[in-house]
């Protein structure tokens, strides 16, 4: 089988690509390598994947490809106010152009959504029928990419599954669009306490970008079309027990410094995720605890620094 994996030089794209090529199938990357992970591009070539340098917004040769993986997209949600028509363009625009290309060639689309297309929860866990109303452009583009798929699905007979991922981390997330595991993780590999914004009470649901690749070849393997599923490990966890997790494995003995709440985030989140373990038979594998060491010991191996 033939896949083409957008964005695949990125953090999520590129674990996407290296985990499906792993399992068999013959895997073409495409990405503009603008926002492109180092680590991820480094292991795609050493996989020896082709890589197509090339963006969703002007590419065409969709023809060929069993199966197209949409992973493509800016990220950053304090990015996303700022520039706004940018998000939309490059995110839901592009999401377009490859549903209708997917559509016209009859591979099945994966598109990678966000749990930021809930906006802030009335009720969790967070189900998959629960009211969408994102709060920042990132969440409006990512949701917009949803609804034109399913408007495409009707009009056009594309064939596709959403996967709305939660909080992802892992070895080769971005410094510059880094979340808040890449933030702890970085601080305490130097030795120095996690910055909090809050009172880090707040909740997330911290999955594995391994877990994510999984959920991904089993959207393929399962035969499932036209369906949204969260993918998440469907257990919260505070940011302040993350932080102190984070100081355990490092062995940072100070407290976590404890800054002024960030406007606009939301307070709690969470998944069910009952639906893909239902119809995927999708199951979290890497324990928080087990991906921290990981991050730790790759880090540590970046500075040189042992034990």
Same mark, same amino acid.
Not at 126 to 132: C, F, G, Q, V
Not at 210 to 237: C, K, M, W, Y
Not at 267 to 275: F, G, L, P, R, T
């Given at each position: 089988m033939r896949v083409l994996v957008t964005g695949g030089a990125g953090f999520i794209g590129g674990h996407v690509a290296l985990s499906l090529a792993e399992r068999g199938y013959e895997v073409v990357v495409l990405d503009n390598l603008e926002r492109s992970s180092p680590l991820l591009l480094t292991r795609l070539r050493e996989a020896g994947l082709p890589v197509l340098v090339g963006d969703v917004r002007s590419f065409h040769d969709y023809g060929g490809y069993d199966v197209v993986v949409h992973a493509a997209a800016y990220i950053d949600v304090a990015e996303s106010v700022e520039k706004p028509v940018e998000y939309l363009e490059n995110n839901a625009v592009a999401t377009a152009r490859v549903a209708k290309a997917c559509a016209e060639s009859g591979a099945l689309m994966v598109y990678m959504s966000s749990a930021a297309v809930y906006g802030e929860p009335e009720s969790l866990p967070?189900?998959?029928? $629960? !009211?969408?109303r994102p709060i920042s452009p990132y969440g409006l583009s990512k949701l917009v990419g949803e609804q034109v798929l399913h408007v495409f699905a009707k009009t056009y007979g594309l064939r596709y599954v959403a996967l709305r991922l939660f909080n992802v981390y892992g070895p080769g997330q971005s410094t510059a669009y880094a979340g808040v595991v890449s933030r702890f993780v970085e601080r305490a590999a130097r030795g120095l306490p996690p910055v909090i914004y809050g009172d880090g009470l707040q909740t997330r649901d911290f999955v594995h970008v391994?877990?994510?690749?999984?959920?991904?070849?089993?959207?393929?393997?399962?035969?499932?079309? +036209? %369906?949204?599923? +969260?993918?998440?490990?469907?257990? !919260?966890?505070?940011?302040? %027990?993350?932080a102190r997790l984070v100081c355990r494995l490092a062995g940072v003995e100070a407290e976590p410094i404890f800054e002024r709440p960030r406007p606009g985030d939301i307070? $709690?989140?969470?998944?069910?995720?009952?639906?893909a373990t239902s119809l995927l038979g999708y199951r979290p594998a890497v324990s928080l605890e087990e991906g921290l060491k990981e991050l730790l010991d790759l880090h540590r191996s970046a500075r040189g620094v042992t034990g």
């Open positions: 967070l189900r998959e029928d $629960h !009211p969408t391994r877990d994510v690749a999984r959920a991904v070849h089993l959207s393929v393997e399962q035969g499932v079309s +036209n %369906e949204v599923f +969260n993918i998440a490990t469907g257990r !919260p966890t505070t940011i302040l %027990e993350l307070k $709690h989140s969470y998944a069910d995720i009952s639906k």
